[in-house]
């Protein structure tokens, strides 16, 4: 059983295009995330969710929206992708505060 | 903002030796620290994490350190393994307008046999 499952994994598209990312836990967990990990491996917070408030944003360009339709699910839609935006997406999700955080699989962003 | 450092970059050691990463942080408030290892292509994994309230923590090879006056944790690896190389992350649990896991830039172990 996967704890948490994000769809696509591998994701191609052009400059310019809207794309969405899905992320699903079945942990029963309260809070989800999304990270974003460039080339150079670095590991950035983007979003955090606790039982669907957005309780974090970092500077985060606004093409960026995360979109939570229950506890479950947490999604990243991305507008007018830029070539700069090619990386690994990370969903993650924890129990509560301060508390171990669960990756999904990621989702490897390419712009063309 | 939170800031997590973390030190070496690179680290490459023989088989069977022992391998040190060292991270520091800025918010005093920080009560979580947890240490993840990401195989090439792979998801972070979490392999050992620590609170406030304890000073040190093992599990068999890996330990974890706790410094809190000074705002540093340190990850030890004992009789390292091939399979050990990876990157690790260091990361502190923050407050800030809520709250977040902030990430160390990450240790590319290498360990030769």
């Known amino acids: 059983d996967t704890a948490v499952s994000q769809t696509p994994k591998y994701l191609v598209t052009q400059m310019g295009n809207d794309k969405s990312i899905k992320c699903e836990q079945n942990?029963?967990?309260?809070?989800m995330y999304w990270y974003k990990q460039d080339s150079k491996k670095f590991l950035k917070i983007m979003f955090s969710y606790n039982n669907k408030e957005l309780i974090i944003n970092e500077t985060v360009p606004n093409r960026f929206s995360p979109k939570s339709p229950d506890k479950a699910h947490l999604n990243l839609h991305i507008n007018s992708l830029e070539l700069g935006d090619s990386a690994v997406y990370f969903c993650?999700?924890?129990?509560?505060?301060?508390?171990?955080?669960?990756f999904g699989p990621g989702t490897r962003l390419t712009v063309l | 903002g939170e800031n997590v450092e973390q030190h070496p970059s690179t680290l490459s050691v023989q088989e069977g030796d022992s391998a040190v990463i060292k991270c520091t942080y800025s918010?005093?408030?920080?009560?979580?620290f947890p240490w993840y290892k990401q195989e090439l292509g792979k998801r972070p994994q979490l392999i050992i994490d620590i609170r406030s309230n304890v000073g040190e923590k093992k599990d068999q090879r890996i330990a974890v350190t706790l410094n809190k006056t000074a705002k540093h944790f340190s990850l030890h690896i004992t009789e390292t393994q091939p399979e050990d190389s990876a990157v690790y992350f260091c990361a502190a649990w923050v407050n800030q307008a809520g709250t977040a896991l902030i990430f160390g830039k990450g240790t590319t172990l290498s360990v030769s046999s």
């Open positions: 993650a999700s924890s129990h509560s505060i301060a508390a171990p955080a669960i």
């Open positions: 918010d005093s408030a920080s009560n979580y």
């Open positions: 942990l029963g967990h309260d809070t």
